[in-house]
């Protein structure tokens, strides 16, 4: 087997476009590849990939492997296994870099398994050992209220990394690097699911996980006017979005959309206003990588 070098990520696209998470992975692989004096790829695979390709080089990637097919234009697990299985056994990274999105969070362990390595989920910091070239991987343990760090011997080492806890790089329209388009033969007698119908979430305003304010309340607020008017009115005249812990959630007092925390959505925007939230571990899991936390409570 080819030795393992490198650093491959797994890019997503949104509506043709890079999405936000697939540039900040560019960022920590182009770090990475830059201590161990290798190369960054990149893999995008939809039915059809378009000038997404020189985006990635742009934004630091040196290869970008293409894989455009019309059972790709829609995420199947069984599809896109296939693609990403494929390629990391022809390329042979050192390690493969996701989002904790969900579809990386439904692709990375199902990658793991086949591969038979190891598998880190929800990474808030990667970097190289200097002596053994092995990938040091911190992720928050015991529901957020400690940082661990792991590494794994097993090549190549596969890591799924929260939104917002890296940086892109800066966008370098002059850089160059190598598309390369690959084909890869999907079964689909291997795919297990269909897709009945795709439903978009409507989203009016700031999108939560990319609002650079967040007001957030929680079962303190009392019911569901507040969301509506006191801390709407805050989150507008700060250019934000309202979030909620929980017991709001379920309650039915906010869409299920807006739930923050552990088993809701990860943010980490410039300032987090917690309303009314009692700051169980759960929730702080999801919001303690914004950058100023005000909490307002009685």
Same mark, same amino acid.
């Given at each position: 087997m080819a030795e393992n070098k490198g650093v491959l990520v797994y890019g997503e696209l949104s509506n043709g476009k890079l999405a936000a998470i697939t540039t900040e992975l560019l960022g920590c692989g182009r770090k990475l590849v830059d201590d161990l004096?290798?190369?960054?790829?990149?893999?995008l695979a939809s039915d059809t990939v378009g000038e997404a390709s020189k985006e990635a080089i742009a934004f630091?990637?040196? /290869? =970008?492997? *293409?894989?455009?097919?019309?059972?790709?234009k829609q995420y199947q697990a069984d599809c896109h296994m296939q693609v990403v299985e494929k390629l990391v056994k022809d390329v042979s990274p050192r390690a493969v870099l996701m989002g904790q999105t969900a579809i990386g969070r439904d692709l990375a362990p199902r990658l793991a398994f086949r591969l038979e390595v190891g598998l880190a989920?929800?990474?808030?910091?990667?970097?190289?050992?200097?002596?053994?070239?092995?990938?040091?991987?911190?992720?928050?343990?015991?529901?957020?209220?400690?940082?661990?760090?792991?590494?794994?011997?097993l090549m190549p080492q596969v890591v799924t990394i929260r939104a917002k806890a890296m940086s892109p790089i800066e966008r370098d329209e002059s850089r160059k690097g190598e598309v390369i388009p690959t /084909? =890869?033969? *999907?079964?689909?007698?291997?795919?297990?699911?269909?897709?009945?119908?795709?439903?978009?979430?409507?989203?009016v305003g700031v999108k939560l996980e990319d609002a650079p304010v967040i007001v957030s309340g929680g079962r303190g607020m009392g019911?569901?006017?507040?969301?509506?008017?006191?801390l709407k009115e805050l989150a507008d005249l700060l250019h934000g979005a309202v979030g909620a812990t929980r017991p709001p959630a379920d309650n039915g007092w906010v869409p299920e959309a807006l739930h923050i925390g552990l088993t809701g959505k990860i943010v980490a925007p410039d300032i987090y206003i917690a309303v009314a939230i009692s700051g169980a571990s759960q929730h702080v899991a999801g919001c303690s990588g914004s950058k100023n936390i005000i909490a307002i409570n009685k």
């Open positions: 004096k290798e190369e960054l790829s990149c893999l630091g990637a040196d /290869k =970008v492997y *293409i894989v455009e097919d019309a059972s790709l989920t929800d990474c808030l910091d990667l970097s190289i050992d200097p002596e053994t070239k092995l990938l040091m991987q911190t992720r928050p343990v015991y529901g957020g209220n400690a940082q661990a760090t792991f590494a794994s011997e /084909k =890869v033969e *999907i079964d689909m007698s291997k795919v297990r699911t269909t897709i009945v119908e795709a439903v978009k979430e409507e989203v019911g569901p006017e507040p969301f509506q008017t006191t």
